[in-house]
């Protein structure tokens, strides 16, 4: 049935709109005397001492129960902070939170990939200091830095150790950024007993440090653990590849590891600001 509406309760003083609601019949006018104490009853309360009443116009009509409360949370999100409604109403978690307009959101600017990432062990960088420390490094170079500035937090990773196989699935839990700026443990990462003790070689010079992107290991593996690919499984010696279109290097990873990537990156809640 098409008969619920959306409506809109106007201070008559200043024009200002402090109320939506949905509803049927004359649920419009219920709040006229409501007893309930609430923002909403105090500012229809303070309108009739000035001997006036709110406008209540329906802004929106023939709607669906379901189509009344998707309007209705629209018009909450958009002036909720300037209105009496208490409750956030129906589809709260399809709508971006408030006073995040500053940040790009997963799942709303965004969708968290599922990534190849080489780890590309050497004179710059351990896989064990990785491991240990939760952290993805690349740089010496503006090629190799632009692959691992490119993830987003959220985006799960698969991590590559060439002749080795693939060490461990993680979560980028913070961008990369030049290895001066980063810490773990409150403790500037160049001050960690590292393994690799060449990490620092141009740390002054972001064209050519070590950038760094924190990352929540969901499980991790000593090299001679690694889970070795097998033929039709994807590898690559780029630092970092999509393998959104890799389904069987995918359940590989899945079946190895004992993960739920979709699961995994579907948890967005763990990584919003």
Known sequence: MNDYYVYVYIDPRNLEEFYYGKGKDRRKDAHLTDELDSDKTRRIAAIKEEGLTPTIRVIARG??????????KTLLWKLGKTL??????????????HNKLHLEL??????????????GEGEHRSWSDCKKLGFISAGQGKRWRDQICAFRKGDIIAAYLKKHGFVGIGRIVKKAMPIRQVSIADIPLTKHPLDCKNMSEHIDLDELCE????VNWQCAVEPENAK????????TPLVRASLEGQ????RFLEAEFGVDLQALRERRAEIQN
Do not use: C, W
């Not at 709607?63 to 209705?72: C, K, P, T, V």
């Not at 009496?84 to 939170?97: D, H, I, K, W």
């Open 106 to 119: 997963s799942g709303f600017d965004y969708m968290e990939g599922i990534y190849y990432f080489n780890v």
């Open 211 to 214: 950038y760094v992107a924190l």
């Open 247 to 250: 389904p069987a290097t995918l």
């Open 63 to 72: 709607l669906s129960e379901r189509e009344a409360f998707l309007i209705e």
């Open 228 to 235: 070795k690919a097998k033929p039709g499984i994807y590898t």
């Open 84 to 97: 009496t409604n208490q409750a956030t109403g129906n589809y709260s978690e399809n709508f971006r939170p």
